[in-house]
């Protein structure tokens, strides 16, 4: 797994004059069988979420309002996705750094999860996150 199988997703948009549909079913929009969705709002300005990375959860992580950056990175590379848009998702697969700022105000980050909270499942230490990814190397 690296940086190169996070990718954007793009998802459907209904439109209409009375106001645009997006919709997310799993088994089509998701590469993974979603069993938690969390959400992120009232962030305040300047504030900056995640900085950790994440032994086995897959998540899909939306704008559904607003906008904020989502840096990710898997130790040799790094990459800034800008999510501005209500169809569009990032998905982020496991042993990936992830630190988002940069939120407009009244953002709101929806996070689709492949599994249930668990904070053994956390890196929330960046040399310990390092020291993962050399194990796996050998
Ligand atoms: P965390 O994942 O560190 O938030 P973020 O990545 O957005 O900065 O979680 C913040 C706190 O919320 C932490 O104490 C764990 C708790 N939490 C849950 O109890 N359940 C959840 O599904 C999530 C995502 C977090």
Same mark, same amino acid.
């Given at each position: 797994?690296s940086?190169a199988?996070?990718?954007? #997703?793009?998802l459907?948009?209904?439109?209409? *004059?009375?106001?645009?549909?997006?919709? #997310?079913?799993?088994? =089509?929009?998701?590469?993974?069988?979603?069993? =938690?969705?969390?959400?992120?709002?009232?962030?305040?300005?300047?504030?900056? =979420?995640?900085?950790?990375?994440?032994?086995?959860?897959?998540?899909?992580?939306?704008a559904? *309002?607003?906008?904020?950056d989502?840096?990710l990175?898997?130790g040799?590379?790094?990459?800034?996705?800008?999510?501005?848009? *209500?169809?569009?998702?990032?998905?982020v697969?496991?042993?990936?750094?992830?630190?988002l700022?940069?939120?407009?105000s009244?953002?709101?980050?929806?996070?689709?999860a492949?599994?249930?909270?668990?904070e *053994?499942?956390?890196?929330r230490?960046?040399?310990?996150?390092?020291?993962?990814?050399?194990?796996?190397?050998?």
């Amino acid at each position: 797994m690296s940086l190169a199988d996070c990718r954007i #997703i793009q998802l459907p948009k209904i439109v209409n *004059s009375s106001g645009n549909l997006t919709f #997310i079913e799993t088994a =089509r929009h998701v590469p993974f069988e979603v069993k =938690r969705v969390y959400y992120l709002y009232d962030v305040p300005g300047g504030a900056v =979420r995640g900085g950790h990375a994440h032994r086995q959860l897959q998540q899909l992580i939306v704008a559904i *309002s607003g906008s904020f950056d989502v840096l990710l990175g898997d130790g040799s590379q790094r990459q800034r996705f800008h999510l501005n848009r *209500s169809y569009y998702g990032l998905y982020v697969c496991p042993m990936i750094w992830r630190e988002l700022d940069n939120f407009s105000s009244g953002a709101v980050c929806l996070v689709l999860a492949s599994e249930l909270y668990d904070e *053994s499942d956390y890196y929330r230490d960046y040399t310990d996150f390092q020291n993962a990814l050399k194990g796996q190397q050998k």
